[in-house]
């Protein structure tokens, strides 16, 4: 038998340390863990690793976060490595040799530091915040709490991986109206600028009257000609106020309000909210979060302020002891079907299993939203950007068929 020096977290998160003997190293993991620990460092012999908190140097964050799919992908090799039966401490170590940038690598060396120096994971990873959320940080302290750190990682890796995918289609879906957007501004740009000012010496050598579509095309492309700072400077002074006034919370709470009510994207947004909404509730829940504080997490996460402040009355309501299905319909926010699922899982007790199929319903209707939302703006970008190049054309076909009149 082989004396082993081991350092864990019990089911509270705090930590302790002490000896046992085992015939090995898997030996001495197993009896660690039959006492209700969740070890972080095992050694054989004394740990030399004994070192105070205030000795611990934490690296300040750094100023760019990890890419979500590297993190996505850090996190499923993590939760491999501790369902395995490897220590945090070993995980951790396995994770800096196979870090392949120099962020990675800092990162993951100044939260092995810190656990050494008596931190749980969960402080440890609080201390990046540009890397690790709110949500990150809560579910890995619930799942040190339960005992359940390697479930806690999977469920994390699980829920970046549905947040990628959305994000991919979306961007996806937006491909080709950017490409048409494009090419047509292109288009206008070039007959502006480039061949209605040939026309323009072509009519002034007539002296013949113009017609009315022919004199605003002439002039719209000498305003842009001549004065074409004054107008790039208008444009970026407009979009640089209204994003000034959409960054304060009543101007933000106005355009999302406003977000909300357009006719095509209105409902897409409110499905992509439910989705992330219920995603994140779902993983919280399932992780030993209170409710409480997972509310406060999902408020956070969520993009559209007329949203996000309807689940600060839910938290409200919460507290004074009532459900969640009825607040949620209260607010007329969430779309019925979505309130009636949630009714159903909470009158029966599996509040987070009906959460996750709440998020896996509107996951596949913003898929279908997205395509609808997309065949409908696609033929309406084409024709708008046919009525503008055709009036272009068509203004300057009637200035020659009305000096070709005039000759004759």
């Known amino acids: 038998m082989t004396v082993y020096s081991?350092?864990?977290?019990?089911?509270n998160g705090k930590y302790v340390e002490g000896d046992i003997n085992a015939p090995d190293y898997k030996g001495a993991i197993q009896q660690i863990r039959k006492l209700n620990y969740f070890p972080v460092k095992v050694s054989e012999g004394k740990s030399s690793s004994n070192l105070s908190a205030g000795m611990a140097l934490s690296l300040p964050s750094w100023?760019?976060?990890?890419?979500?799919k590297d993190l996505m992908t850090l996190t499923m090799q993590l939760a491999t490595l501790v369902d395995s039966g490897l220590t945090l401490d070993d995980a951790l170590a396995t994770l800096i040799k196979l870090a392949e940038?120099?962020?990675?690598?800092?990162?993951l060396s100044d939260i092995r530091k810190q656990v050494h120096a008596g931190s749980s994971f969960a402080d440890a990873l609080?201390?990046?915040p540009k890397v690790f959320s709110k949500l990150y940080v809560n579910m890995i302290r619930a799942g040190e709490a339960g005992g359940m750190l390697s479930e806690a990682l999977s469920r994390l890796a699980m829920f970046m991986e549905k947040s990628v995918e959305l994000k991919n289609s979306i961007r996806s879906a937006m491909v080709y109206p950017a490409i048409l957007t494009f090419v047509g501004?292109?288009?206008?740009?070039?007959?502006?600028?480039f061949v209605i000012p040939q026309f323009s010496k072509l009519f002034e050598e007539m002296g013949a009257a113009?017609?009315?579509?022919?004199?605003?095309?002439?002039?719209?492309?000498?305003?842009i000609i001549n004065y074409w700072p004054a107008l790039i400077l208008g444009i970026a002074g407009s979009i640089a106020a209204f994003t000034l006034y959409i960054r304060t919370n009543k101007g933000r709470l106005k355009w999302d309000?406003?977000?909300?009510?357009?006719?095509?994207?209105?409902?897409?947004?409110r499905k992509i909210e439910v989705s992330r909404f219920s995603l994140t509730m779902a993983t919280l829940l399932k992780s030993g979060v209170p409710i409480l504080q997972a509310m406060e997490i999902v408020q956070s996460i969520l993009i559209n302020r007329v949203i996000a402040d309807s689940v600060v009355n839910l938290k409200q309501a919460l507290k004074r002891g009532k459900g969640l299905s009825g607040p949620l319909q209260e607010a007329e926010i969430f779309p019925p079907m979505a309130v009636q699922m949630i009714t159903v899982g909470e009158t029966s007790g599996a509040l987070d299993e009906m959460l996750a199929k709440v998020s896996k319903t509107y996951d596949?209707?913003?898929?279908?939203?997205?395509?609808?939302?997309?065949?409908?703006?696609?033929p309406m970008m084409i024709l708008f950007m046919a009525l503008i190049i055709g009036f272009i054309v068509v203004s300057m076909l009637l200035a020659i068929f009305s000096a070709n009149e005039i000759a004759f």
């Open 6 to 11: 081991y350092k864990a977290t019990d089911q």
């Open 126 to 128: 609080a201390e990046h």
């Open 210 to 223: 113009l017609p009315l579509p022919t004199q605003i095309m002439l002039g719209l492309s000498s305003l």
């Open 63 to 68: 100023g760019s976060p990890i890419p979500i």
């Open 185 to 193: 501004g292109t288009a206008v740009i070039i007959l502006i600028t």
């Open 364 to 378: 596949k209707e913003v898929e279908q939203s997205i395509k609808q939302v997309i065949s409908l703006i696609e």
């Open 101 to 107: 940038t120099d962020k990675v690598t800092e990162v």
């Open 257 to 269: 309000g406003i977000l909300l009510k357009l006719p095509l994207f209105g409902p897409l947004i």
